[in-house]
């Protein structure tokens, strides 16, 4: 950051302070980078401000400099104009007022550090670009990469955007404004390094220095649409339709792509679906919009009326110390675009921390969040969520998340990794959830997934307490929590210590899973890529060979004598690439193998047929490839008989590895089931071949990975890109 060379304001020349800045930004540009510095003292603009590359704004140190109590005020004012509403006609000049600080598109090395922002939002993007109908599908423009931003000491408030795209409609008055509640006090959208800590946000009066009257205002007389009844009605209490400057989110980190500027009192700009994909199986290969390296939300102060306190994503971010709060007493009358009556079903995104990512830390939050009464009616908004990571709307999978002692209060609190897929390496620990939910299921509304290595222990005043994955799971613990309600969870889960709870029947898995730890694969030519669990920096990764593990008994079934307990396995693996094998005997552990003789060695269980499975495990510990076969145990003396395999009696898949379809034919002619199954046995997808042998499948909807084909007695693999 460029905080060498300090260019202070005062002593530029100009016609007013947007001249001022003008001239100081570029004599900062013309160094090199710098810091425009603001002694204490208000300062008005009239227009927006762009900062430019490696340039910081900074103001004079508060006395109190801890944004979390109410007498943090940053000396150094910014003083944009208000909006100054007239309920008739027109209504009041949009193009007058609703302006942004942002940072130049290409620009790095930027920020804001100790000042107190009126009426402007703040914006730190790269540009996107997004082709006409080509609705989702927005991606950087080449050479915008985005890292190296501080929002550090601010104080800030009025940041809304009036809602052009829906009021006034045509059947509305034209003085009807509403707030846009996807406004955000601050958007950020980096590649890499972002801090946003210290701040407070919209605490308008809530200031013992320095107070700011709200002015959001009530429009009797506004007109929206009665869904009952098909007509457009008034509101005739004006605080029912109210133009309120806090009903947005306050911190959006990488969930949102889109520019937009407001120009002429319009929203304008390259729009795609304001939230990034909805896709659970992305990854920091796959997608690294959503992985954002070195985020750090810490000790930001916050109060909205609307909509999420915190939507964020990253990988390896920190959620600390935040004090989050929202409006106890909210009535909402009408829906939060501006153009009909609220009805009873109404979602309005109410929410403490809406996070996604990997290689999380969410601990020691303050949350307090509420969601909305519904108009005359006895029900509330479906929402109000303390702490969420969820399928929807830019949400991933959890991988690597600690959230810890956090504090979460509210009506419908819940703490909640709800509908995310499989879930792993997660621990929710010592959180006071003040008679909420506790809520972790990775199960989708269609499909069954896993849980593994999940800790879920000490968190008190829990009212019901879920924990399900239902396809299978291990190493799930949950331990001595407290509350009231049912303590929902799957079979496998282990239930120790926990008090207050009721136990409905466990849900049964539908699989038993032997490996110690669980990783969807990514590929990458030939190439598997790990999240490393112990040093999560580093990723682990190794080339894929055609096999890694086999047995010199090529057969798939071995006979032995009836009285044999003990048996000696020789078998091949591909130096340097197993740091250990552990055997397994009917899915229980039967010891590790030896690398250096090529030798497993085990007890035989009792029984006429035993399955043995060799696990290669890489030096981060985790499962690269498998090998089984069946153990017969037959009378002494008999004499077994093979029947010799048919000529051609292989399965030949192309293209290997494959993305969208991959063919299948048999060396014979025959219609045959054809199976494809995932690396942990699971079926996938099953067809029979035509009478050539010949088939093809749609793979484009399953997951990058490593896949069994099986036709008969006989099987190969493939890869999945």
Excluded at 61 to 79: C, Q, Y
Excluded at 147 to 164: C, E
Excluded at 524 to 544: M, W
Excluded at 600 to 622: E, H, I, Q, W
Aim: aromatic share 10%.
């Amino acid at each position: 950051m460029p905080w060498q060379e300090v260019f202070n304001i005062t002593t530029f020349q100009g016609a007013n302070w947007d001249q001022k800045l003008s001239a100081a930004q570029n004599a900062a540009v013309l160094a090199g980078g710098g810091v425009v510095y603001f002694p204490a003292g208000e300062y008005s603009f009239s227009n927006s401000i762009i900062i430019r590359n490696k340039v910081i704004f900074r103001g004079e140190t508060p006395e109190n400099n801890h944004s979390t109590v109410n007498n943090f005020a940053p000396p150094s004012r910014l003083i944009f104009p208000a909006f100054e509403p007239l309920l008739s006609g027109n209504g009041g000049d949009n193009s007058a007022a609703f302006r942004c600080i942002r940072s130049e598109y290409s620009g790095n090395n930027t920020g804001l550090v100790y000042l107190d922002i009126n009426h402007a939002t703040i914006a730190f993007q790269p540009l996107f670009s997004k082709a006409a109908g080509d609705h989702g599908q927005t991606e950087y423009i080449q050479g915008n990469i985005k890292k190296n931003v501080i929002v550090f000491g601010l104080r800030n408030n009025h940041a809304v955007y009036p809602n052009s795209f829906v009021v006034p409609q045509t059947n509305q008055f034209p003085w009807q404004r509403w707030a846009w509640h996807y406004s955000s006090n601050i958007d950020a959208f980096v590649d890499e390094n972002l801090v946003v800590c210290n701040n407070r946000f919209n605490d308008n009066g809530n200031n013992l220095v320095h107070p700011i009257p709200d002015r959001s205002f009530d429009q009797p007389g506004y007109l929206a649409l009665d869904q009952t009844t098909g007509d457009m009605a008034p509101v005739n209490e004006g605080g029912k339709a109210r133009f309120n400057y806090n009903d947005h989110y306050v911190i959006t980190v990488n969930r949102f792509k889109a520019n937009f500027d407001f120009v002429n009192g319009q929203i304008t700009g390259p729009f795609a679906d304001l939230l990034i994909q909805d896709d659970l199986t992305v990854t920091p290969k796959t997608n690294s919009t959503l992985f954002p390296k070195g985020v750090e939300i810490n000790d930001n102060w916050t109060y909205n009326t609307l909509s999420c306190a915190m939507l964020i994503a990253g990988q390896g971010m920190e959620v600390k110390r935040n004090v989050i709060r929202g409006k106890s007493d909210k009535v909402r009358w009408v829906n939060r675009f501006g153009n009909r009556f609220a009805l009873p079903n109404i979602f309005l995104e109410n929410r403490g921390i809406d996070v996604s990512g990997w290689d999380l830390k969410i601990e020691a939050n303050d949350i307090q969040v509420y969601n909305d009464k519904i108009g005359s009616t006895q029900y509330s908004s479906n929402d109000g969520e303390g702490i969420l990571m969820q399928e929807c709307c830019g949400g991933s999978a959890p991988v690597n998340i600690d959230i810890r002692n956090n504090s979460i209060a509210g009506p419908n609190a819940m703490l909640g990794l709800y509908k995310t897929r499989d879930i792993q390496n997660v621990r929710i620990e010592g959180n006071n959830l003040h008679g909420n939910e506790l809520y972790v299921s990775a199960n989708t509304n269609g499909t069954n997934y896993n849980l593994f290595n999940v800790q879920i222990a000490n968190n008190r005043e829990v009212s019901n307490l879920t924990c399900t994955g239902s396809n299978s799971g291990l190493q799930v613990k949950v331990t001595k929590n407290s509350g009231t309600g049912n303590l929902n969870k799957s079979c496998y889960v282990t239930d120790s210590g926990n008090t207050g709870f009721t136990r409905p029947t466990c849900l049964q898995a539908l699989e038993t899973v032997v490996q110690d730890t669980f990783v969807f694969p990514l590929i990458d030519g030939d190439t598997l890529y790990f999240p490393n669990p112990y040093y999560p920096d580093y990723e682990c990764r190794t080339k894929i060979p055609a096999s890694l593990i086999s047995f010199l008994n090529s057969d798939s079934v071995l006979f032995v004598p009836d009285t044999t307990t003990q048996i000696n396995l020789p078998f091949h693996s591909t130096p340097d690439m197993m740091d250990s094998i552990a055997i397994y005997t009917n899915i229980r552990k039967a010891g590790r193998a030896n690398l250096s003789t090529h030798m497993a060695s085990f007890k035989l269980p009792p029984g006429c047929r035993n399955t043995v499975t060799l696990y290669g495990y890489d030096l981060c510990k985790r499962i690269m490839y498998s090998r089984s076969l069946w153990i017969e145990r037959i009378p002494s003396g008999t004499t077994v008989v093979e029947k010799p395999m048919r000529q051609g009696n292989e399965i030949l898949v192309f293209p290997n590895p494959g993305r969208n379809r991959v063919n299948v034919k048999l060396k014979y002619a025959g219609s045959q089931k054809i199976l494809i199954q995932d690396f942990l046995g699971r079926l996938v997808i099953e067809k029979f071949s035509d009478v050539n042998g010949k088939t093809d499948f749609d793979i484009s909807s399953i997951p990058a990975g490593i896949y069994t084909v099986f036709a008969g007695d006989r099987h190969t693999t493939f890869i999945k890109e």
